[in-house]
């Protein structure tokens, strides 16, 4: 279904302290450990197709701002080493974004974003990103395009307004939940919301097949054609104007769950591009974000496309259902 992607969003520097428990606010907790790594939800769905697509004939596109610093220089090759096309990383002069995470020893994790360089993406820079994609297109209905909400809003509008008129793919992932334009959701083909963002747009928390479908309903009564339901370790819904499907989770031993939403999208993504059904995309994507929380860190144990197919071998049966 497609030949090309465009991951446009944040790029950040995630600073990691693991911790017993989660503190309560006015609460002081020692930390275990502290690290730095390589984070924002755009730069991790980039960095996570990238791993599923290399070897392919698929190019991966991200375009974000980085900051004028080691962080951001660091953080553009890292997209480059892991086969993202940065030629439409712009540098800002601004630090780059930062977000500080804590995470418990059940792989909780609570995190705050501080924009710095992200912040810089306007409309104007949005339009030009849009137009330099239109323009290398021969079928533009052969581009997906993955977007989420750590840049500014108008700079996102921008973007999808001008793809959506070529009639390529729109996955938006909105995290963190804000409210959006209601003329918007009808450029969307594709939303992934947690359950907590899925409250945010619904008023509807998701936690059964009735509850998750009645949430699907009002999103798709805005405008969207397909909602996806991320609900963590417990799996996810889909719904669309045919389907309906919930698929499990694969049962891993859990040490950061940082991303696995990221990874997660991407790897749905890339499923659609190799023109797998629904169902075995939606396995396909719950196996890759299983595989990630296994090891430490936002792109850490991002997997390939053969640890992947690996998992999916060794449990057949973790299969997506339908409603």
Request: hydrophobic share 40%.
């Amino acid at each position: 279904m497609f030949d090309m992607y465009l991951v446009a969003g944040s790029i950040n520097t995630d600073y990691n302290v693991r911790l017993p428990v989660l503190p309560v606010p006015g609460e002081t907790v020692t930390g275990t450990s502290f690290s730095r790594a390589f984070g924002g939800k755009g730069a991790n769905q980039a960095v996570a197709l990238g791993r599923l697509l290399a070897g392919s004939d698929k190019p991966v596109y991200f375009a974000g701002k980085r900051g004028n610093d080691d962080d951001g220089r660091r953080a553009k090759e890292n997209l480059e080493s892991n086969g993202v096309d940065t030629r439409l990383v712009d540098t800002a002069e601004s630090h780059t974004g930062m977000a500080l995470i804590e995470i418990d020893d059940e792989a909780n994790n609570r995190i705050v974003v501080v924009p710095g360089a992200n912040g810089c993406c306007t409309p104007a820079w949005a339009g030009e990103i849009a137009e330099t994609m239109r323009a290398s297109l021969d079928d533009p209905a052969r581009l997906c395009c993955l977007l989420q909400l750590e840049i500014p809003l108008p700079a996102v509008t921008a973007i999808i307004e001008a793809l959506a008129e070529t009639g390529c793919f729109i996955m938006l992932d909105p995290a963190p939940a804000i409210p959006l334009d209601s003329g918007l959701w009808s450029l969307i083909d594709a939303v992934t919301p947690n359950q907590s963002e899925t409250r945010s747009f619904t008023g509807i928390f998701p936690d059964s097949d009735r509850t998750a479908r009645s949430a699907a309903e009002k999103l798709r009564t805005m405008g969207t054609r397909a909602v996806i339901i991320k609900a963590g370790s417990t799996g996810v819904w889909y719904f669309d104007e045919q389907d309906e499907f919930f698929c499990p989770t694969f049962r891993v031993n859990a040490r950061d769950t940082t991303a696995a939403g990221d990874v997660f999208n991407a790897a749905f993504a890339a499923g659609l591009g190799m023109d797998l059904p629904v169902a075995e995309t939606l396995r396909f994507a719950n196996a890759a974000a299983a595989i990630s929380v296994t090891g430490d860190g936002a792109q850490g144990a991002m997997p390939t496309f053969d640890t992947v197919e690996a998992l999916l071998r060794e449990d057949p049966r973790t299969v997506a259902r339908r409603l």
